[in-house]
T-cell receptor
């Protein structure tokens, strides 16, 4: 079965460090989404791309977060500098208009 | 804007039937999705409704009424492995964005 692949699965780092999370969408899917999930807020959409173009990043703190899609097989989400409140599970999902979104296994991020 | 409501927690007994409700208010609608999420895992797609009525998939069924802004997920012949969170999500009519509810945590007891 085709899968969305995310790396790393876990990341623990100190406050102030740069964090980069990567996502390989399912081949043939033209939309890619980044979500953050916490116990308090649930699943929040941070940013999404269609055909590699960023369409909406209104859910993302712009001063420290950035999302890019350098090619069709790679999406990245960066946090610089990281803060303890960024600790969460970050999910990438891919889909298309006639396909539901499929989620990767997530990156569990802990900022100390 | 969009607002999605679903119960926070539900409990049920193995072998029983449970119905998880979801109500939504949206400025634009292009389908309603149900996802299952086990603790510590990713959400997995269960069902999709864009037209009114019932969609059946094995033990799981999902119903939609667009005029009432209402959906439910019906789980039959409950198994212990069905203990999970169930997320209702609405897709915006002009984009591919999904807006998720906070999820319903279902616990199935023997």
């Amino acid at each position: 079965d085709a899968r969305v692949t995310q790396t790393p699965r876990h990341k623990v780092t100190e406050m102030g460090q740069e964090v980069t999370m990567r996502c390989q969408p399912i081949l043939g899917h033209n939309t890619v989404f980044w979500y953050r999930q916490t116990m308090m807020q649930g699943l929040e959409l941070l940013a999404y791309f269609r055909n590699r173009a960023p369409l909406d990043d209104s859910g993302m703190p712009k001063d420290r977060f950035s999302a890019e899609m350098p090619d069709a097989t790679l999406a990245t989400l960066k946090i610089q500098p990281s803060e303890p409140r960024d600790s969460a599970v970050y999910f990438c999902a891919s889909g298309s208009l006639d396909q539901p979104q499929h989620f990767g296994d997530g990156t569990r991020l802990s900022i100390l | 804007g969009q607002n999605i409501d679903q119960p926070t927690e539900m409990t049920a007994t193995e072998g029983a039937i449970v119905q998880i409700n979801c109500t939504y208010q949206t400025s634009g609608f292009n389908g309603l999705f149900w996802y299952q999420q086990h603790a510590g895992e990713a959400p997995t797609f269960l069902s999709y409704n864009v037209l009114d009525g019932l969609e059946e998939k094995g033990r799981f069924s999902s119903f939609l009424s667009r005029s009432k802004g209402y959906s439910y997920l019906l789980l039959k012949e409950l198994q212990m492995k069905d203990s999970a969170s169930y997320l209702c999500a609405v897709r915006d009519h002009s984009t591919d964005k999904l807006i998720f509810g906070t999820g319903t945590r279902l616990q199935v007891f023997p």
